[in-house]
Structures are given as C-alpha cells and as structure tokens.
C-alpha cells in the first residue's frame, strides 16, 4: 500500500485568544501587547512561536504557546483597557491539526471549496472542511487547521479520509 | 450555485460558505407604527425579476453580513458592499447602470447629514 | 476465429490488445473479452446481440449506439453490495471476472412473460397509466396500484451498503474544456498557449474522438495535438471523466472514474469534482439520430456511426452482412469500414433523391448498390434482423424488395450535444439545412459578470465535419426525415421507436398532439418520452420534429425540452462523497462524552450533539433508568452534563441597551454578579430561545441559550448589530465550547461540591439563588451559577472545557456515598415539567408567544421596544382565545400521549371534529407516581377543573382534567435546598 498523502497530527499545546477591536485604532496597541505585528486582511503574522491571523475586519486571533496564555491575555486586556474591545481565552475550544507532507494541498482540495493554491504564503483563509468550519494557514512542510473542539474526531475522520493512501488528486 | 466577493475580507466565497439573509434595506418599524407599515416590513417583499439587493452572510468565513446587488434571472451580480449602508451606494448604482441602463432605483436619497440611526430605528 | 468470440474480426481494434484475455458472466454464462473491451463490444464478440428488454413492452433489445447515449443495452453489474443496475453496457469497461445481468426479464432474457405487453401494444397507448386506471377508483388501490408497482421500474435496486469508497474534491480553473476530440485537444492547445490553467476532461478512457476512426490521417493530428498538450504545465488531461452539468457562476460538476475498471484497487471508486471554471469550452461533439422506420428497435439496428466504432476500435463484426440505410453522406464511411473489415454491404438505402458526394462515390466504386430516394418499409426479424423490406421513401411503404441481412447500420445525421452549453441557460438555433439545433453563440450562458461562461467549438458548435481540423471533404446536405417512409401507414408507425427505452414510438407522439398536448413539456411528460435513464440523447429531437409535423408547425415553433443536468446520471455514492459512516455527519460531543460512552449512555441527538438521555445500568430499561435518575436527584445529588448550552459573551458600552432589545425582560438593570432568566422573540413575536443570562461585569453580559440555539442566537445577535444598530458599540463571541458545563444538582449538591475543596465560598449569603460567583473547585478554575431547571438546589459549575472530564471524574468520585447519580435529558425534561418550566420545542413550535405560556412576568413593561414587541401586539396575538399553556392530569393514570388534540363540540368546515387544545409535554412523573402533562388550551388558565377528551385512534379516549402546570414543589422552597 503506497503511503498516505499527507501526515494529520492533532496539536494539543497551543493556546489561542480572540481579540475583538477597532483595528485602526487599537492595532498598534493589540501588536505591541502580543509581539506580533498586525496582520493585513486575510493575512497571518508569525513572531518566533506566535502568530497572529486576521479574522475579520474587528477580529484577530493570537495564537501561541499554551502556558503564555493568561499572561499575553492580561498584556492584551492591559492594553485594550481603554478602547471598546474584548479578548478571551479560546484555547479550549479548538482543534488544531497539522497537515504535513508534498500532497497536503491535496487533501485539503477535497474537504474545502475555498481556492487554496491561489491563498499568498502568508494567507489565513476561513472556510469549511466538508460541513464545518475551519480556519487554514500555511506552515513549513504543510499546513494548519482550526476547527471547533466539539468536532475534533470529525475533522481527525474527513483529514485522514482524504489523505488515504493511493487517492492523489494528479491524473492517472 | 452563486459566487459572491465579501466586501469584508475580499474573499470570493461561494453560496455553501454563506448564508441567505433575503432581501436587503428594510426598514424597520417597531411599536408604535401602523398595521400597514408593519405588515409591509415584515412580510411585504419586492421579488422581483431583474436587479435586487439582497443580505448575505459570510458566515464560513468571517461572519459579516454584506448587501449584494444581483440580477435574479440572470445571476449577474453588480456588487457587493458593506451592510452599514441605508441605500445602495452611488458605486454599485452606477455599476448596474452600466449594464441595465434603463433601471431606476426606487429609493430616494437621505440627506448625507442624516444619522443612520434615525433611518434604521 | 478467436477464443473470445465468434464475432470478433481477425484484424483491427484500435483500442483493444488481444493479448489480454478476461474472461466474464452474462446472465450466468461464461464468456471471453479482451483487454480495452467495453461489455457491449465484449457481449457482440461474443455474438450475444441482445442484451436486455425495453420497459414498457419487454421487447428484446441489443445496442443502438456505442457511447453514453446508450438506451438499450442497460444492465445490472457486480453481486451484492456492489449490484448496480442500469448501467450502459457501451460505456462499461470490461473488467475480469466481471459478473452481469440483463434486466426487465422474467423468467429469462429469450422467454420473457411480461413481453406480453408487446402483443398488447394497441392497447398500452401514450397515457395509458392517465386514461385507464382512473376508474372505477376502488380498482386503483386494490387491482392497479400492486400490479404496477411489481413490474414498473428499470433494473432492481440493491439490498446491500456499497462497498466502495467515494469522494469529492474542489478545483478552480480558467478554462475548463469538456471533450477530448480533435476539437477539443485543440481548443485545449489554444488555451495552454496562453497560459491559462486548463482542465480537459473526456467522459471514455480516449482522447481524440470520432477522428481517428473517421478520417485518414486521424490519428496522426490526434498525436499531434498531444504531444504538445503533454508538454504543457499548465494544462490537466482527465480521461474516464464525465462533465455531468454545470450550473451557475461557471460551477461544473465532473465525476471521475478512479477504480470502476478495478474494485479491489483500495482506492474511492469515483470522485466528484466540483469545479469553479472561468470559462467552460463545450466540446462535446454531436449524436446521431436514429431513423423512424418500423421495426428499428430490433436488435441488429444499430447507428451507422456505432457499426463502424465496434469494427474500428473494438475489431468486432456487429454482423456479417450489413444494410446501411441513411439521410446523409456520412453514413457511408460504414459501409467502407465494413468492406475493410471484410464484411458485406448489400446495399445503402439513401433516402435522399440524389447522392454524389466523394463518399457515396466511394462505396459505389467499391460495388455496392446504392438505392436513393429509398427507405426501409419493414425488418423481418424479431430477436434479430434477419432481412431488411425496402420501398420508395415517398410512398406509403409498397415494400419493393427484400435483402437479406443481419445488421442494419441507420444514420439520420447528427445533433450537437448542446446539454452543458444548455443546462445554465444557452440558447440554441434550428438549423434547416443541416436538420439540427445548434448553440446561438449570441446567446450563451451566462457568469456573475454577465459575459458568456461556456462557448462551444467543433461539432457540439454546429461544424459537424470540423474540416479545418480534420481534414474532412464537404459533404451534401442531410436531408430531414423523421419518419420513413415519408407516408408510412398508421400500421408502420406503431413499429417506429423514437424513445428506445421507454418505449414511446411515433403513433403515441402522434396521438398525444391529437388529443390536445401541444406543449413539447407536456407531450414529453404524457409520453414519457425523454423521460428515460438515457434522457433522450437520441430521441427527442426525432420527437419534437414528428410532434411538430403533427402540430403542423416548425420545429422551432416546438421548441425543445429543458436540458437538466446530469447528462448521465450519477452514482448515489460521489454524491454522498465521504459523507458516510462515522463522518456522515459532524457528531458533537462533550468534553466528557467519552466518560458517558464508557458509562452505558444511551445517547440522542439534540442538533449535531450527541446528548445522554439516560444511563441504563444492567438490563434497566430506559423508563427505568430515568425514574432512577430522578429520584436520585430529588432525594441526594446528580449530575448532568449541560456543556451544550450556549454561551454567548455580550460586551460594550451598548451591551445592556443590546440585550434589552433582544431580550423580552429588561437585562440592563441587572446587578453584576446576579444571573437572570430571560426570554428571545424574533421579530414575528414567537419565541425562539430562552436561557440565563448572566451579568458578568458592568459592561459584560455571559448569555446562555439552548443546545440547538447557541449558533443561531449568536446569527440573530450579530444580524442586528451589524444590520440595524451598527453604531452601537457591542462585541459577541460564541464561546460555547470553551466551558464544560456541569449541573450539580439536589439537596446534597453543596456538601458535594464542598467536598471537592477549593477557593470557592457556596454557602447560601455568598452565592444565594440567580447568583454567580468565581473561583477554584478542586484546584480548577470555575465559574459557578446558582440557577435551577429541575427546581432542586442546583449549581452549573463552568470549567474550561479541558478540564471538564477532571471535574467530572472528581465529582463522582467524592459522592459516591452520597449515591451521585449520572443523569441524561430525559430526567432533566421530566424534573422540569414536574416544575411546569417550559421547554423551547416542546412547549413553542414557532407559532406560540411568551403570553401564550403564562409568561408576561418574563415581558418588560417599561420597555419602548424589543424584538417581537411590535408583532405582539397585533389583534390575533392579543385575542383572548389564544390557547394558553396549563398543566393537564390524565384520569383514569395513563400517560397522555404526546401532541394529541383535545376535542371540542362541533365539526369544521371539513367535518372534522373542532379542537380546543393540544398536549406538548407528557411524562410519568416518578416524584409524583402518576403521569403528568402541560398543555395549551384555550381560555386554559380560566377553566381550571374541566375536564377534557383526547380521543385517540383504535383507543378509549383520554380524559384529562385542566390543573396548575406547576405539580411539585409549589412554593419553590427545594431550590434553596
Ligand atoms: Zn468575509
């Protein structure tokens, strides 16, 4: 049996903060607070271990080592104490997996309606994986999706569906 | 099944990551207003053949409700723009006055002074 | 001759290699193929001609054509899960060992009772079904409706899941070109060289068409054409892959066969592609039409263009001596593919009065008689020809001679394959002089741009010789017959087949036009012509021209059906895609579903979660399992896991004056700290959720809603915010899954929590009823709410969700001498209802307004406006008559059942009984040991004590007297504990 296309492995320490501001006003505040600069739309910024996606026009999401957590989250709140904002800790309600390997487009080609060849090296898309939703960015070797905690097995199911081994999408 | 461009992320998504929201600009009429004006806002709608503007949601993306204004016969789609918006702005007017030239809007202008506010309460 | 057939040439078979033999079963027969054989080509190798039965009249059939136009040869494929029935067996590859059935046949294909129907043809006429079995009506039910139901129907469905895998996958593409003929490969070419990205997709396992097998140095341009395309990053070659329709904004569906050629390849059988093209190119080349001449369904009567497609690409004689009968030159170039392949061609019945192109030429040159201004009056023969009646095409059919013959080759020209450039809104063009509708380029279908989404080149555009591509001499010009002879007898027309499978010949189109159907849509419906698994690809425009001649109008004035994608059908399988088994649906599951599953939980769906309705312990019943639960609740402590209540944060300076319009009550004014229970209307004025919502600081409100409303209520949230009130200053968030929730429920619920030890003060000052407090239990961080569904003291403990399990495990681990009872929903609905607590989906089915509950306490008065207020108001929600929510309390100790109509006196307009009420939540109270109900009534709330009759079905009536909805605990003092 060939191998499978890609590697999916779920990541079980990151952390995660949703951030939710006037981002003209409060941008600088919110890069400064996280240490890493303000993506652009559509856009992930990655700082060393972490990064910061752009969500939607008033939402970021900071997403970074478990045990910085409560610490960045108080940064951001300090910093955000004077602006209409909101930060939260969302780390426990996502699932994270890793998609690694050359044919990894592949699978996500299978699960997303979402153009994600055309998506720039440093894109975050939002879309969904067959019927729920997620959040996908590039990383070496491959790519990162989020999706909702409740659906973890689901999204281990259609992952690992799509990349059995055997099914790459180029012509045969 | 449609492809509409959000205004928010520029993102072209198609009809599965968004969600219907009919027809777009009503206003609202709350206590107070007549049976009539009550019964046109919440039940009356236009459904028409041809131009028409209508809310969407990205909701597989980032969760903002956008106006699109679109040619239900044909699927054309003149534009899409930002929900905060009392009327269809002068750029998508002249968008699908470019390819339906004898359309009229059927709404007339706020003062720019107006609070959106007063024309949405 | 060869092992694998008596019928195969000794020479020839441009797709086939003879050095791979694969032996196969028809109908239980051992039979040989070769490598690259399709089950038609292998079946006629074979000499097996006919291959299945029609479905109206069971007459025996073989194939008319060699492609996906196929009608005839349809059949069941494959054992057990992987039975397929229908399928064409021209576009089947044959694989070893493959196991094949024929269909609509009973006992056997050659002995076939229901082909009784076929002597009975007078009698079977087009609306036949309409007509006859109207009257008398009793008849329908009892005699008609079985007898069809046993013998209507194409092939069995199949008993068994199907074994193989599917899936789907998405591509977006500039150009994507759909056919790999030499017009296609070119207009692939073109678009490479300009350096779009470029899909080709070819429905056979062949790239270069009809060219090869049509033209002279066909292959060599066919070579050509790919050796350049190979070279071309840029562009993707798809063979075995079918464009099935395409649809708005250039959305095209492609299935791609992956293993149909070979099951146990460990790979998804088909994929679907969903493609988001730029442009589609419509290369999809044209489909000869049959001749209406009477007997041409007799197996044997075959397309000219398919005779010379199983000689040429197969190596296989369809016969030995083949009539050619035709309307234009094309057909000729069977009768040379025959007399190359060393079979005889007695003659060429040309319906036209002249025929002196270079290809008539040609075939006279090679001796054979060519009869114009002919036609075929008649086949002898029944499962197969065996002479062909000639007679004058002008006449009446005076049959003039007689030919012997086993196959005859009819050619009645060709017809673009305009179904993708259609399915989305193209628009076609009757052509006269080539008999033919053809796409209007000046009016193609169109994108989200309103410029064209899909041109089309080659023959599917009309130029059906594509000469400057293939090198083709001008041929003379098809001359229109639709049936033939030009004056056949009304006799003859009831032996001329226009739809081959089911059965509709020219007589019933006829018929149809003189009983009044002069729509083409509903000729076709009363017909069915068209209506087949093969959707007329060779029958309806032979259709629509005999409806037109009968309608005495043009064939344009007639008009077309609706082009309806898919062009073939798809299998069920890449429609469901990976969408099967564990991940047919996204299961949602709790923090501690594990701990559930591991517990005997017997689980229901509530939305996409999957919720614990109880947790039957050894052979407990559910009912059991639920009374044990309750009264383990009321008389010590349980647990329920609420994670599945949503979770709403409601932030900002505005959040308050927000949540006053979402909400009914008024949530300003509550104190930070306190929770408070409040009720959402949309702006019809009907309920829609309900929950607690707690306030968290001075401009943080946490929301809860209902399990099935958390998305939704964050929708209608964020819906008004960004919509109505965007300068409002409020942020939400769904945070539904970033808490475990767990209801520690029961008069020792606090010494429970209390012995988990933490930072936490739960005494009754510190955290007294609606009231919320933060901090630490068992070492994890919590938030925990004094509010109450079952009306028993009560704490919902929210930890973040990874730590929910912890929490969980700790609090059935330190109440285990408190007998700390796990329980599910169905506890939880009961212990409500014994409260008279209304349930959203029990009690409201979005017709019921919070006044219609008893609810006006949960409405602020003092409020200008919320969503629904205005609604409320209106004449019908005020009316008095309105059925009001009370309790209901069955008399003679039956459980009500569940929805039924309380009787009133009187009938309605429609005679039924007039109703005045409705059961909406039943149980057997095991608190109170006797069944409870609520229910809306009307004037409920003024007539308590009456009593009322639920009658119900092949029962006594139930009697029910109206009571307080409130049965336990009147007083409210449990929550207190
Ligand atoms: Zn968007």
């Known amino acids: ?172 | 099944m449609l492809t509409l461009t959000c205004p928010y992320c520029g993102i072209a998504a198609e009809e599965t990551e968004l969600q219907p929201g009919g027809e777009a600009h009503l206003k609202r009429f709350g206590p107070g207003s007549t049976d009539e004006e009550f019964e046109a806002y919440l039940f009356a709608r236009k459904n028409p053949k041809g131009v028409h503007f209508e809310r969407w949601r990205h909701a597989y993306g980032c969760g903002k409700w956008f106006m699109a204004a679109r040619d239900t016969a044909t699927l054309q789609v003149f534009g899409t723009y930002s929900a905060q918006t009392p009327h269809p702005t002068p750029e998508i007017v002249a968008a699908i006055r470019a390819h339906r030239p004898d359309w009229q809007p059927d709404w007339t202008e706020a003062p720019a002074d107006t609070p959106a506010e007063s024309l949405n309460a | 001759m060869t092992e694998t057939g008596p019928f195969r040439l000794p020479r020839g078979g441009r797709l086939i290699d003879r050095a791979y033999q694969l032996p196969f079963r028809f109908d239980g027969r051992q039979m040989r193929g070769v490598a690259g054989d399709t089950l038609a080509s292998a079946l006629l190798a074979n000499g097996q001609l006919m291959m299945g039965r029609s479905f109206k009249y069971h007459r025996p059939r073989g194939p008319i054509a060699s492609g996906a136009e196929e009608p005839n040869a349809l059949l069941g494929l494959g054992q057990g899960g992987r039975f397929e029935p229908n399928q064409r067996a021209t576009t089947t590859p044959l694989v070893g060992g493959m196991a094949t059935t024929s269909q609509n046949c009973w006992p056997s294909l050659n002995a076939d009772i229901g082909a009784i129907n076929n002597w009975m043809y007078r009698f079977f006429p087009a609306g036949f079904y309409y007509k006859t079995f109207m009257h008398p009506r009793p008849f329908w039910k009892h005699v008609f409706e079985p007898i069809i139901r046993r013998s209507a129907g194409l092939g069995k469905a199949p008993t068994e899941a199907d074994p193989d895998k599917y899936e789907q996958a998405y591509a977006h593409v500039d150009v994507v070109v759909v056919g790999g003929g030499i017009a296609g490969l070119t207009a692939a070419r073109d678009a490479g060289r300009d350096g779009k990205s470029v899909w080709l997709v070819e429905q056979t396992p062949h790239l270069g068409g009809r060219t090869p097998t049509d033209h002279a140095d066909g292959q060599a341009r066919v070579d050509a054409l790919l050796a350049e395309l190979r070279g071309m990053a840029n562009v993707t070659l798809r063979r075995s892959t079918q464009a099935t329709g395409l649809y708005d904004h250039g959305y095209l569906l492609v299935r791609e066969s992956l293993a149909d050629h070979d099951p146990n390849a460990g790979i998804p059988r088909q994929r679907l592609w969903r493609i988001r093209a730029g442009h589609v190119i419509v290369a999809t080349g044209a489909l000869e039409r049959p001749l209406s001449f009477a007997g041409n369904d007799v197996p044997g009567v075959i397309l000219a263009s398919a005779v010379r497609d199983y000689i040429d690409l197969y190596g296989v004689a369809p016969g030995r001596r083949i009539v050619v009968v035709t309307n234009n030159d094309d057909a000729y170039r069977t009768a040379l593919a025959a007399l190359d392949a060393g079979l005889e061609v007695p003659v060429v019945i040309d319906a036209r009065s002249t025929a002196e192109g270079a290809l008539p030429a040609a075939v006279r040159a090679r001796g054979v008689r060519v009869l114009t201004g002919s036609a075929v009056a008649g086949i002898k023969g029944g499962h197969g020809v065996e002479a062909v009646k000639i007679c004058a095409h002008s006449g009446s059919g005076q049959v003039t001679e007689t030919v012997d013959a086993d196959c005859v080759a009819m050619s009645g020209g060709w017809s673009p394959v305009v179904h993708l450039w259609s399915h989305c809104g193209g628009k076609l063009n009757w052509s006269d002089a080539q008999s033919m509708f053809a796409p209007d380029p000046n009016r193609p279908p169109t994108g989200a741009d309103g410029k064209a989404m899909a041109s089309c080149v080659g023959a599917a555009a009309g130029d059906l010789l594509a000469a400057e591509l293939t090198g083709a001499q001008a041929e003379a010009a098809t001359m229109p017959v639709w049936v033939m002879p030009a004056h056949a007898t009304r006799k003859m027309k009831f032996k001329m087949w226009l739809d081959f499978q089911n059965d509709v010949k020219v007589s019933d189109v006829e018929l149809a036009a003189q009983e009044g159907y002069h729509s083409v849509e509903h000729t076709k419906r009363y017909t069915t012509l068209g209506m087949a698994t093969d959707q007329g690809k060779v029958s309806n425009i032979n259709g629509l021209a005999v409806l037109s001649n009968a309608l005495n109008q043009s064939i344009p004035a007639t008009g077309t059906t609706t082009f309806r994608p898919p062009y073939t059908p798809l299998t069920l399988g890449t429609i469901a895609g990976e969408a099967r088994g564990e991940i047919f649906q996204p299961l949602r599951k709790t923090p501690m579903h594990g701990w559930h599953e591991s517990h005997g939980a017997f689980f229901e769906p509530v939305g996409h979660w999957r919720r614990p309705y109880c947790y039957p312990k050894g052979g407990e019943s559910h009912g059991d399992a639920v009374a044990r639960e309750i009264r383990a609740v009321r008389a010590s402590v349980g647990t329920l896991d609420a994670s599945t209540l949503g979770k709403i944060i409601v932030k900002g300076p505005d959040a308050g004056k927000f949540l006053d319009m979402m909400y009914t009550g008024m949530m300003s004014t509550l104190p930070v700290g306190k929770c408070r229970y409040g009720l959402i209307c949309n702006e019809n004025g009907f309920l829609s959720d309900d929950g607690v919502a707690a306030r968290l600081s001075e401009d943080t409100w946490l929301v809860h809603t209902t399990t099935g409303g958390a998305d939704r209520m964050h929708g209608h949230f964020e819906d008004w915010l960004q919509c109505e009130w965007w300068d409002w200053k409020v942020y939400t968030a769904n945070v539904t899954e970033q808490w475990a929730q767990v209801a520690v429920v029961g008069p020792k619920a606090r010494v429970l929590l209390e012995r988990l030890g933490g930072k936490i003060d739960l005494s009754p000052e510190a955290l007294p009823f609606m009231g919320w407090i933060e901090g630490e239990i068992a070492g994890i961080p919590a938030r925990v709410y004094r509010i109450s569904f079952s009306g028993e003291l009560s704490f919902e403990v929210a930890v973040p969700a990874n730590r929910g399990l912890e929490l969980w495990e700790k609090l059935h681990e330190a109440g285990r001498d408190l007998n700390v009872t796990p329980y599910g929903t169905e506890a939880m609905h009961v212990m409500r209802a014994e409260k008279g607590f209304i349930m959203i989906g029990d009690e409201t089915d979005g017709t019921v307004i919070p006044q219609d509950l008893g609810m006006s306490w949960a409405i602020s008065k003092k409020k200008a406006d919320y969503i629904g207020k205005r609604a409320q108001e209106r004449s019908f929600m005020t009316d008095p008559g309105r059925w009001k929510l009370v309790g209901l309390e069955s008399l003679d100790g039956r459980v009500l059942p569940d929805g039924v109509y309380a009787v009133d006196q009187g009938v309605n307009a429609n005679g039924q009984r007039k109703t005045q009420g409705r059961v909406t939540s039943t149980y057997m109270s095991p608190t109170l040991n006797k069944p409870i109900a609520m229910g809306l009534v009307r004037h409920g709330p003024d007539r308590m004590g009456e009593v009322l009759e639920f009658p119900v079905a092949g029962q006594e009536s139930y009697k029910a007297r109206i009571v307080d909805p409130v049965f336990y605990d009147k007083e409210g003092s449990r929550a207190n504990g």
């Open chain 1, 1 to 172: 049996m060939a191998e499978a296309l890609a590697k999916i492995s779920q990541v079980q320490d990151w952390g995660m903060i949703q951030i939710r501001a006037d981002l003209t006003r409060a941008g600088d505040a919110i890069a400064g607070a996280a240490g890493v600069a303000l993506p652009g739309q559509g856009r992930i910024t990655t700082d060393g271990s972490r990064s910061l996606g752009w969500m939607s026009p008033d939402e970021l999401l900071l997403v970074l080592p478990r045990a910085e957590t409560a610490e960045a989250l108080a940064a951001l709140q300090d910093a955000l104490s004077t602006e209409h904002a909101l930060a939260l800790d969302v780390s426990d309600m996502r699932a994270v997996f890793r998609i690694q390997g050359a044919k990894a487009l592949d699978v996500l080609m299978k699960l997303c309606p979402a153009d994600l060849a055309a998506m720039p090296e440093d894109g975050l898309r939002r879309t969904r994986a067959a019927q729920v939703a997620c959040g996908i960015w590039r990383e070496p070797g491959g790519y990162v999706l989020i999706g909702f905690r409740s659906v973890t097995d689901y999204l281990r199911g259609i992952l690992t569906g799509a990349a059995a081994p055997g099914t790459q999408l180029s012509p045969r």
